[in-house]
């Protein structure tokens, strides 16, 4: 459950279901394990997918990028929009997560557990 400002969820289209549920379990290991090992501190998409794991390929993220990719997008534009996605599809999980996460915007939007 998120609370905050903008708690709209975009939808991504154009990937298989199968695909999707492997992105999202992907994303919610990726925030149990930083709520887990961070308690109390902000976290964002970029946290997960960025820095050292930028290189998609071998992750379920590689469906994102390479979706653009094929569609003869070039690398830069399919990157963002690939980063754009997936921050899209985390909102959704924790929006979805039986936990209440806070959120605020800004450029990057960043999110937090608020424990009971």
């Not at 905050?4 to 990937?15: A, L, S």
């Amino acid at each position: 459950m998120l609370k905050g400002d903008n708690t709209t969820i975009k939808v991504v289209h154009g990937i298989s279901a199968s695909d999707m549920q492997r992105i999202r379990d992907f994303l919610q290991g990726a925030v149990y394990c930083w709520c887990k090992n961070r308690k109390g501190e902000w976290f964002s998409a970029r946290d997960f997918i960025g820095g050292d794991n930028y290189y998609w390929e071998h992750y379920p993220l590689g469906v994102l990028y390479f979706r653009y990719i094929n569609a003869g997008k070039p690398h830069d534009y399919a990157f963002e929009q690939a980063a754009k996605d997936a921050g899209h599809i985390l909102k959704s999980v924790l929006s979805d997560d039986d936990r209440i996460f806070e959120t605020e915007g800004g450029y990057t939007r960043k999110y937090r557990w608020m424990e009971d």
